[in-house]
């Protein structure tokens, strides 16, 4: 990630904080230019079948407007994020590009993605409101449009819940005790696995439990990757680690996939898209789990956290930016398009009239003894927390890996992994030239 000139940063309601000069920028863009064409706009996206939804708009409401869209497909993750940020230095980004939620605060703070809140903001009836919230960024300024959501659910095996005796935990006490009451019921199985091969998963369950990690005071930044809502997160699971009581392999690999796939382990705390991980995982258990909400830390709480998701945005370098907020806006929000995206790309919409119809009126193919799977999936990602994130996380969440890794193989402090997480992080900030309160 290139190095920032320090700037004065503008608080947000939601703790997310921007580079005012960035701001200034994305807001005196003009993205009022004629959205009717004869207009050319090329899209970065790591979406699989993206071209064939494109296809729909090209041939239907692009060929009306005279909006032609290019897909060029690209690396996912901070590899598109350094690309883009080249491209955009070079003045030669694309008009359109995917971007998870993480990386907006770093695409905003370095002016690469463009304010389109005047194209794009009836749209926001048609999503929840902490999805929304995260191209927002807690602003007026809209700086993409959300396309698909990850809410974290709790995934199980409900034979061998059965057959062990054990009830399906509404909090993450309950969590724990269930964890212990298997081990002593069958000592050669897990409940699930503590992993640290993937961020997103420890950052989703800080969020539910209210984490804020990136916030703003004044004209700097705070980061609280160490809060209290976080350090209960991480004792938890080292706890659970320390003892036993849970497995501390990571997730992906051929081992992970064979306990799963023989009932080793009979449970994952994932999220809206596991159905299609658990098919190639553990193919031979199909129809034998089960989906539920995420465990509370107080029973009175309904909150899940988000693994995963991303949006489409307009950069600050296209010409025609006002043409392609329309299809960004038209991708995420028209029907036939969001229906082309469960067929073709597998996606979860962010936009929450297609979480239930079409391709979602029925359960995935693997959990096809769950019949109301996508009817409580809605009902969850109606709960996701709001985010904190700002311009570094790519560097929270490497420390994350490195650090929690080894806490893991080794058993060893968590709360000393997420003080690491802390200080590189900060570090971090104080190397680009942020302002960073301690």
Not at 236 to 246: I, M, R, Y
Not at 274 to 287: E, R
Request: net charge negative.
């Amino acid at each position: 990630m290139p190095n920032t000139k320090r700037v004065r940063l503008v608080a947000s309601t939601i703790a997310v904080a921007l580079c005012a000069t960035a701001l200034a920028a994305c807001g005196t863009e003009d993205a009022s230019d004629d959205p009717s064409g004869p207009v050319s706009l090329t899209y970065w996206t790591w979406t699989p079948g993206m071209d064939k939804v494109v296809d729909l708009w090209n041939k239907g409401p692009g060929k009306k407007d005279r909006i032609t869209v290019t897909v060029k497909k690209q690396a996912s993750g901070d590899t598109l994020v350094t690309k883009i940020l080249t491209a955009h230095k070079a003045g030669k980004a694309p008009d359109l590009v995917q971007a998870e939620y993480q990386a907006l605060p770093t695409l905003v703070s370095n002016d690469a993605v463009a304010d389109i809140a005047g194209e794009v903001g009836d749209a926001k009836g048609k999503f929840a409101d902490g999805v929304w919230q995260q191209t927002t960024l807690g602003t007026d300024a809209v700086y993409a449009v959300p396309q698909d959501i990850g809410p974290m659910m709790f995934y199980y095996r409900e034979d061998l819940f059965k057959k062990y005796g054990l009830t399906v935990p509404t909090t993450w006490e309950q969590f724990a005790q269930t964890a212990r009451a298997l081990k002593k019921k069958a000592p050669d199985t897990d409940l699930t696995t503590f992993s640290a091969n993937d961020s997103g998963l420890f950052a989703g369950l800080a969020q539910q439990a209210g984490a804020k990690w990136w916030t703003t005071s004044g004209d700097k930044w705070q980061v609280g990757i160490n809060d209290a809502a976080s350090q209960k997160v991480a004792e938890f699971w080292g706890d659970l680690v320390k003892e036993g009581a849970v497995d501390n392999q990571p997730m992906y690999t051929p081992a992970w996939n064979k306990a799963l796939n023989t009932g080793k382990q009979i449970a994952w705390v994932s999220a809206v898209w596991a159905p299609g991980t658990l098919t190639t995982a553990a193919p031979d258990t199909k129809g034998k789990w089960a989906m539920a909400p995420l465990p509370q830390w107080s029973p009175s709480e309904n909150v899940t956290g988000s693994w995963g998701g991303s949006s489409t945005a307009v950069t600050t370098d296209s010409e025609h930016k006002a043409a392609a907020a329309k299809f960004a806006a038209w991708l995420n929000t028209d029907g036939d398009a969001l229906q082309a995206l469960a067929k073709e790309s597998g996606i979860y919409p962010a936009a929450t009239n297609a979480q239930t119809s079409g391709a979602f009126a029925t359960p995935p193919d693997y959990f096809s003894n769950q019949s109301d799977f996508y009817t409580g999936a809605a009902e969850i990602a109606k709960t996701t927390a709001p985010s904190a994130w700002g311009p570094n996380v790519n560097v929270a969440y490497t420390t994350f890996k490195d650090a929690f890794g080894k806490a893991a193989k080794d058993k060893s402090d968590f709360v000393a992994a997420l003080n690491t997480m802390q200080d590189d992080t900060v570090a971090d900030l104080k190397k680009q030239g942020f302002e960073v309160s301690e």
